[in-house]
């Protein structure tokens, strides 16, 4: 695998100035990516790679490209605190140093998006988790995540004893609310009595939910304190605190967009790592770059759902793949989402 660039942006200035170093090939045409193949670029979520969810599955996308597709990669990781012109600077100078696509992983690059595209039409910007900003050069790629998380209910319901789990949302938002939607609705309509204690870390503005570990592990001991025996927690990097509080107390947690009973950094905690709703974010990564580099480049609402396995449950924990009755559950809701039997929340 070739070697990446990273970026470590703080603020407009800092930010071209990272890139007119590290970046390879690059100019200052407004749309220079025209004349320049194989260069693509992905800009992280709050939390960065490292995150052992969202944004390690975003680079596992661009790592798998420049394995099979031999195109040069560039990351670009957020900045505490930044605003949406540190954003817009980025995009920028990523889009001005030659590389197509060029990705936002997660939602609050739309609005940075929504600014920057139309100065370079002949770039392709993937936006990841929002359809609010649409264009003719935005690829919108987007996952059904309630769907996912209605299994993890399904699951929950099944294995826990206390017939209490907990939700943890790393902000408030529309998107994370997606999350405990389906969550709550498959616990309830796999076993009504069984209470589910919701607690978001932050509130927009404030993204800090989604990168500060703490706070994840604060709250889930909170929850297991007041009886949960199975925490969901959907809160990027803070959702590893939440497992690492479940695992050193005997309980079980529920990971989030990666399959994280396999990330490394969470190798001390598998076991308590019951399974993951995984939203296949790498493959959308990749297929946006392969559509690119085919002169076919994706645009519009691209969107991964259960029944073409864009969202999903993992099963790579042995204990999990043992509890034949939740896997047969499980199982049996996933069908009958697929086939149109069950519709899930999209909210509380």
């Known amino acids: 695998m070739r070697r990446i660039t990273r970026i470590a942006t703080v603020g407009i200035a800092s930010a071209a100035l990272a890139l007119s170093a590290t970046a390879c090939g690059g100019n200052s045409s407004s749309d220079s990516s025209s004349d320049n193949g194989g260069k693509v670029a992905i800009a992280y979520d709050i939390g960065g790679r490292g995150d052992q969810s969202f944004n390690d599955a975003a680079y596992a996308g661009l790592a798998k490209a420049e394995k099979d597709l031999k195109v040069d990669g560039t990351e670009a990781e957020p900045t505490e605190g930044e605003g949406d012109p540190d954003k817009v600077s980025r995009l920028t100078s990523l889009a001005r140093a030659g590389n197509n696509p060029v990705i ?177 974010v790498s493959g959308a990564v990749f297929n946006l770059i392969k559509s690119v580099e085919d002169g076919k480049p994706q645009t519009g609402e691209i969107r991964y759902g259960l029944a073409k396995n864009g969202v999903g449950l993992a099963a790579s924990n042995p204990a999990y793949t043992k509890m034949t009755d939740v896997t047969a559950a499980v199982d049996k809701a996933k069908a009958a989402i697929t086939d149109g039997t069950i519709t899930v929340k999209t909210a509380p």
């Open 104 to 280: 936002g992983v997660g939602f609050a690059y739309a609005p940075a998006i929504a600014q920057v595209a139309p100065k370079f039409p002949n770039t392709t910007f993937g936006l990841i988790d929002d359809t609010s900003k649409t264009g003719k050069n935005i690829a919108n790629l987007v996952f059904n995540e309630e769907q996912g998380s209605y299994l993890a209910g399904v699951a929950a319901a099944k294995v826990t004893k206390s017939n209490i789990v907990g939700f943890i949302g790393g902000v408030e938002t529309p998107l994370i609310k997606k999350f405990e939607a389906g969550y709550v609705q498959g616990v309830k309509d796999t076993k009504k009595n069984v209470t589910v204690k919701v607690q978001y870390l932050t509130q927009p503005p404030d993204f800090g939910g989604f990168s500060k570990p703490d706070l994840g592990k604060a709250a889930a001991q909170g929850q297991i304190d007041a009886g949960a025996d199975v925490i969901y927690a959907a809160a990027g990097l803070a959702g590893s605190g939440s497992i690492e509080a479940a695992s050193k107390a005997g309980k079980w947690a529920i990971g989030v967009d990666s399959d994280q009973y396999n990330q490394k950094g969470l190798a001390a905690y598998k076991a308590s790592i019951l399974t993951s709703v995984t939203k296949d």
